[in-house]
């Protein structure tokens, strides 16, 4: 047998004869009570301050939440994504699969960049919404979105296409859901004086930008710092 | 009838059959936190033997920690503890950080602090829930989880989830604490604080309530040093370690906070102890907050490290003092961008091991009381 | 009218109406409990959730009925009917009303009033033990057998407190007719207070009320289905209807239990310092007698559900000392005291 | 004294190797006298056994083998272990001193033809699962352990998944439940 130690039980008067405690008990239930009761008559949808009835009623969503992925496009309606498979690289889960392709002649005005995605898939059922992939995207172009009613009847829809993650930010951008752009992150690496000093600019020009709701901002930012990176390389 | 009954259950390994009643708790039970198993031989009600098996959520991390980059473990780790998956991935993130034997700057290392303790707070709040739905109070397990879900709030706005937080990256954090924290934080603690009351008003000093925890499986401080015991465990047997304080990381030697400690190591202490444990984490973040906003607006949050993350040659071990007590990683490397061996240490691994111990001669319902007071996480212990 | 179409008439009548009652309970104690926890409950089944009931019963009677296979059928069987009936026909003895008068004729709002009323209410949920027992030893599971001997042990260890508690109004208003009783009770105690039992025997109430709760398998005694350590005791292996008729039985023994905690400590019918009689009709007296019962009831169905969600459970071992070490000896003192004040006074 | 001197001063004659790695301390005791060594450890102040696990070194030597091959003879002073091959398995335990906090890793090599080490279960109980998790893991077997079954993997289970020549997604084995109702 285990040795154990002697514990001696000090009840007080009024803790021994148990119904002190319960009666006070009861009276803090009954204030949870009479609380709810009238917040629940009361009209709208989320009347108890601690309940939400969900599908009608839905908490605010992070703008940063890391839910259903899908393809940004730039303002001016083209595709972001070049098929460097970057994003599929740093999967931990390897749910992502990119095929580079280049765009057909006459099409080139479509894509941002020189090359495209041919096909784009990520397979839903094996994302675990770590978010490496928006992290590593160089362009920007994948993001997770606000999206997270992921639920299908059959496991072959969990895999989202091209056109699947396209339809996802048309319907974040109509409403108006679209993730913010990256805020740049103040790194602290040598030499520290250049460095700040374009941190700082970034973020100035990043939050002048973002206050307009455009995206460039920050990409250029981010191209400044990898260009810097290159070079101090 | 006892023989009868007997044939049901599938035994594992040598159990002694005859005037003693094989009782199989879980995997699929109520009250065994996930996919626990303990099997017990009992005498009536009184546990003569208790066997855990474990295993049933054994994922193969560490495994699968040797097949990725030092970057794409890190939502691994989320999956361990999953209550306070921002300890894990801080702890993961230190010691790579060891590894790479660089430090984070001050106002990372800030946040960092902050939102631990905010986990350890929705942690113990969790457990000290789980452990009144166990002994049959179900209603203060909602006045606490509902303010988890505030600070569930305060992660979703600043990394992006809720639950599987995978908070910051190796050599520091990508998001500046966000404005909900600002905003959210001053009420946040008196509501935190109110619940914790309630709780306490609800339980504590209830005879029902004592009478189910005190004395209940006592433990010596010795002794659960011998079992490799750490964290709130430990310290409700009276033993008064934490590496906070003992072998401070972060910024914890800036803070000034308390160590609850317990007497006996029973039920009771340890729910006190974490009790206790949310109240000083509150303070730990008032404090870092304040140190957080002598800080500049535009100081760094990140240490520059490579895209590609090369840690030389070597082996550390590093750990922290995660909710359930000391949470380690030992990483080898072998300077390639995968680890080579990653071992993690489960704070609950040890202490379940010691379980027979624990639970011998008690009865099936202080079983029950004993394991949601461990606060043992299938996902960390598993792995 | 002939005398047994009267007696056929109260007999669906309160048939229906406990049954009603106890389908409202099952909201109750949803909604309120939801209340209590700073939730809102079931809400969607028509108007604030009140056709919830009716959506569980019929989810409970479209469920597949499963019998084990290594259970013995005969009882697994017989165990819920078993439990069931006791506690439904319990309720034919508790005066729900003083009389009504229809067509000239007087009827008393109660099924039958038998003179040794209360031994049938004992009596009755004594046997309601072997739906329990039989139901968790015919599962062959280790849970419900441990659910089915708690059980046994609880129940068995709190009849005695609440046959001593009883014991002493029995002394008190020298009969066993729940009717005499709260015929007794009307009027004023000491000229001032309501002329309730609970005036007279407040530590009598204290004890009954907390045996009602062991009898009734409430929190903080839920131990023979506490479902944390027996997944959920004796009814583990039920399902479909059968488990609704166990949950549903509860719930019966519950309304049985709150009418009868009325009409030995708080009057039954009677509202204190009024009577009734004197300012209504015959027919609308009748109704209003009902009426003030039945909200007595609503008042103790209600405590159940909020006690129920304040307190932590009991261990087995402390259920037993506090029944054996505590309540009965405080019984026998009250039923000697009572006495001794009987026999004094006379 | 430096925690390195201490190490040094208790074990003397029995250190093996000692390495510092961003101020952790590995220290290497000969396979034979494991217990005798951790036992003057822990009266020397080391009580506290945090953890304790294996590693497999396979892929480690073959990759450094490769990479002398490619290396050369560029870097002299690489090729420090000489003479048989290593052995292939570690173990290694993790000790705290609780009055002083210090930390030290104990380093076991284990060869592969005799994977047999004694069981530590003795001085720290807390060596209970980790014991068995390595055994598991590793194949490893600890003498005078008082139950070396399987922990984490299934019993008829035959592989020991850490070893660095089992296949990450394993060799296609199921768990067959014996359910033997009669």
């Not at chain 1, 989320?46 to 940004?72: K, N, S």
């Not at chain 3, 009218?1 to 007696?7: G, L």
């Not at chain 3, 039945?294 to 932590?312: E, G, H, I, M």
């Not at chain 4, 020991?160 to 089992?166: A, F, I």
């Amino acid at each position: 047998m285990p040795r154990r130690p002697i514990v001696k039980k000090e009840y007080t008067l009024g803790e021994r004869v148990y119904l002190v405690e319960i009666a006070k008990g009861l009276r803090l239930t009954w204030k949870h009570f009479t609380f709810n009761v009238r917040a629940s008559f009361r009209k709208g949808p989320h009347t108890v301050p601690t309940c939400w009835q969900y599908p009608e009623d839905r908490r605010e969503i992070a703008p940063i939440f890391r839910g259903a992925h899908m393809l940004q496009l730039n303002d001016k309606g083209q595709e972001l994504c070049v098929g460097c498979g970057m994003c599929a690289r740093a999967c931990p889960a390897k749910c992502i699969t990119v095929k580079r392709g280049k765009p057909a002649e006459g099409e080139e005005d479509k894509y941002a960049g020189k090359t495209m995605c041919a096909s784009f898939e990520v397979d839903m059922l094996r994302c675990i919404f770590c978010g490496n992939c928006e992290k590593a995207c160089p362009k920007g172009a994948l993001v997770l979105g606000q999206d997270y009613e992921l639920a299908e009847y059959e496991p072959e829809k969990c895999i989202y296409d091209k056109e699947r993650l396209l339809a996802n930010f048309q319907r974040a951008k109509a409403e108006g859901r679209l993730k913010p752009p990256p805020k740049p992150i103040p790194v602290d690496a040598p030499p520290p004086k250049k460095k700040a000093a374009a941190g700082k600019a970034a973020k100035a020009s990043a939050s002048e930008k973002a206050a307009k709701g455009k995206a460039a901002a920050p990409k250029e930012a981010k191209k400044k710092d990898d260009k810097a990176d290159k070079a101090k390389e | 009838m006892t023989k009868e009954l007997e044939t049901i259950c599938i035994t594992t390994g040598p159990t002694e059959v005859g005037e003693y009643v094989t009782l199989n708790i879980g995997p699929i039970h109520p009250a065994m936190h996930g996919t626990l198993r303990v099997i017990t031989q009992t005498d009536g009600e009184t546990v003569v033997s208790a066997k855990p098996e474990i295993g049933y959520l054994h994922r193969g991390v560490e495994k699968l920690g040797e097949h990725l980059t030092y970057a794409q473990f890190l939502p691994l780790t989320d999956r361990l503890n999953y209550c306070s998956a921002i300890c894990n991935n801080v702890a993961y993130e230190m010691a790579v950080e060891k590894l790479l034997g660089i430090e984070v700057p001050p106002k990372a290392q800030l946040i960092r602090m902050i939102m631990m303790e905010l986990a350890r707070i929705a942690d113990h709040q969790v457990c000290v829930g789980i452990l009144g739905v166990d002994l049959g109070a179900l209603t203060p397990f909602f006045y606490l989880i509902i303010q988890r879900e505030e600070i569930y709030e305060i992660f979703e706005w600043h990394h992006g989830a809720r639950l599987t937080n995978s908070m910051g990256a190796i050599g520091g954090v990508e998001a500046d604490l966000p404005e909900r924290f600002h905003e959210k934080w001053p009420r946040l603690r008196d509501t935190i604080r109110k619940a914790n009351d309630e709780t306490d008003k609800l339980l504590t000093h209830n005879r029902i309530w004592m009478d189910r925890t005190i004395g209940v499986n006592a433990f010596c401080g010795d002794d659960a040093l011998d079992w490799g015991f750490s964290g709130p465990m430990l310290r409700a047997c009276g033993v008064k370690r934490d590496l906070r304080k003992d072998e401070p990381y972060l910024m914890y030697d800036k803070v000034k906070f308390e160590v609850p400690v317990g007497k006996h190591g029973d039920v009771f202490d340890r729910y006190m102890v974490r009790m206790l444990e949310m109240e000083e984490s509150i303070k730990i973040i008032d404090q870092a907050y304040a140190l957080y906003k002598e800080l500049p607006d535009d100081a760094p949050l990140m240490k520059k490290v490579p895209k590609i993350i090369k840690p030389p040659e070597g082996q550390i071990y590093h750990a922290i003092e995660s909710p359930n007590g000391e949470l380690g990683f030992f990483i080898r490397s072998d300077g390639t961008d995968k680890p080579y061996r990653i071992k993690i240490r489960p704070p609950c691994y040890m202490v379940y091991q010691a379980f027979e111990d624990l639970v011998k001669g008690e009865m099936i319902s202080d079983l029950i009381a004993c394991l949601s007071s461990l606060n043992v996480i299938a996902g960390e212990l598993d792995r | 009218m002939a005398d047994w179409q009267i007696d056929l008439i109260k007999v669906v009548f309160i048939w229906v109406w406990v049954l009603l009652i106890a389908v409202i309970m099952t909201w109750v104690e949803r909604r309120a409990s939801a209340m209590m926890q700073d939730r809102l409950g079931p809400n969607r089944a028509g108007p604030f959730g009140l056709l919830q009931p009716l959506a569980d019963g019929i989810k409970l009677f479209t469920k597949e009925d499963i019998i084990p296979e290594r259970a013995r059928k005969i009882l697994f069987i017989l165990g819920p009917p078993l439990f069931a009936f006791p506690v439904f026909s319990a309720f034919a003895v508790v005066p729900f009303g003083d009389k009504i008068v229809i067509g000239g004729k007087e009827i008393i709002l109660q099924v039958s009033d038998v003179s040794i009323g209360f031994l049938y209410v004992l009596a009755l949920s004594a046997i309601a033990v072997f739906g329990m027992v039989i139901g968790g030893w015919a599962s062959n599971s280790k849970y419900s057998i441990l659910g089915g001997l708690r059980a046994t042990a609880q129940l068995i260890s709190y009849e005695v407190p609440m046959g001593l508690a009883l014991l002493t109004i029995v002394l008190l208003y020298g009969t066993f007719s729940l009717r005499e009783i709260v015929l007794q009770q009307q009027g004023t105690f000491l000229g001032f207070l309501p002329n309730w039992g609970f005036f007279k025997q407040p530590l009598g109430f204290l004890i009954f009320l907390v045996a009602a709760y062991a009898e009734a398998n409430r929190v903080p005694f839920d131990l023979p289905e506490c479902e944390s350590e027996l997944v959920t005791g004796y009814h583990t292996e039920y399902g479909s209807m059968r488990l609704g008729l166990y949950l549903f039985g509860e719930y019966v023994n519950l309304v049985t239990l709150a009418a009868i905690t009325v009409s030995l400590y708080f009057g039954g019918w009677g509202l204190p310092y009024v009577d009734m009689s004197k300012y209504l009709g015959p027919v609308a007296y009748g109704i209003a007698s009902f009426l003030v019962f039945t909200l007595k009831q609503a008042f103790f169905l209600f405590l159940f559900v909020w006690v129920r969600w304040t307190v932590p459970r009991f261990r087995y071992d402390q259920l037993m000392g506090l029944g054996w070490k505590a309540l009965i000896p405080l019984g026998l003192i009250n039923l000697f005291v009572t006495a001794l004040l009987v026999q004094l006074t006379i | 004294m430096s925690l390195k001197e201490k190490v040094e001063s208790i074990l003397q004659s029995d250190l093996v190797e000692l390495s510092e790695f961003r101020g952790d301390i590995c220290v290497e005791i000969p396979k034979r006298k494991v217990i005798e060594v951790l036992t003057r450890l822990k009266e020397a102040g080391f009580d506290y056994l945090s953890d304790l696990f294996g590693v497999d070194n396979l892929a480690y030597y073959e990759k450094a083998k490769k990479a002398k091959k490619k290396k050369g003879e560029d870097e002299p002073e690489e090729p420090k272990r000489q003479g048989p091959p290593p052995p292939r398995f570690e173990v290694i335990y993790l000790l705290l001193s609780l009055s002083t906090n210090e930390r030290l890793q104990v380093r076991v090599r284990v060869p592969e033809d005799d994977l047999v080490l004694p069981s530590v279960t003795g001085l720290w109980r807390a060596a209970n699962w980790p014991e068995r998790e390595v055994f598991d893991m590793f194949g490893v077997r600890f003498k005078g352990h008082p139950n070396l079954r399987r922990l984490l993997m299934w019993d008829e289970f035959q592989d020991h998944p850490l070893r660095k020549d089992y296949p990450l997604e394993g060799k296609g084995e199921e768990r067959h439940l014996n359910y033997d109702i009669v």
